[in-house]
């Protein structure tokens, strides 16, 4: 399932506070993006459609938290990234990512260990 920056966007306010009400994401939401409480509900709706957001029915105000961690949506969109744009290939995705970025010798040293421990 592929995210819209506008989904990440809510779902940062939601792992960063651990869930809220609709009043309270909207105070933290508002600085960063603008939204209105709609926008901000409208938001919520459809990702709750979508399987990203959950709240508990009894509660009221109704408590909004993330369905998925952080870690889950990471790992799924690096997963449709690396399939979409370098169809699977892992080690040419590192490759262009050190051709065009400086790392410094501490990621570098962590890299060399992770690849050691893989066995690559």
């Known amino acids: 399932m592929k995210l819209s920056d506008r989904e990440w966007t809510v779902l940062d306010a939601l792992w960063d506070s651990g869930g809220g009400t609709l009043g309270e994401l909207t105070a933290r939401l508002l600085e960063r993006t603008g939204w209105n409480r709609n926008t901000v509900f409208t938001y919520l709706a459809r990702m709750e459609t979508k399987g990203l957001v959950t709240y508990d029915p009894e509660g009221n105000p109704r408590r909004y938290r993330a369905a998925l961690s952080r870690e889950e949506c990471r790992a799924e969109a690096r997963s449709s990234f ?8 892992a080690g040419d995705l590192v490759a262009a990512f050190l051709k065009e970025s400086r790392i410094s010798g501490d990621e570098k040293e962590r890299l060399r260990k992770l690849l050691d421990e893989m066995e690559v």
Do not use: K, W
């Not at 690396?82 to 290939?89: Q, R």
């Open 82 to 89: 690396l399939e979409s744009v370098y169809h699977g290939a």
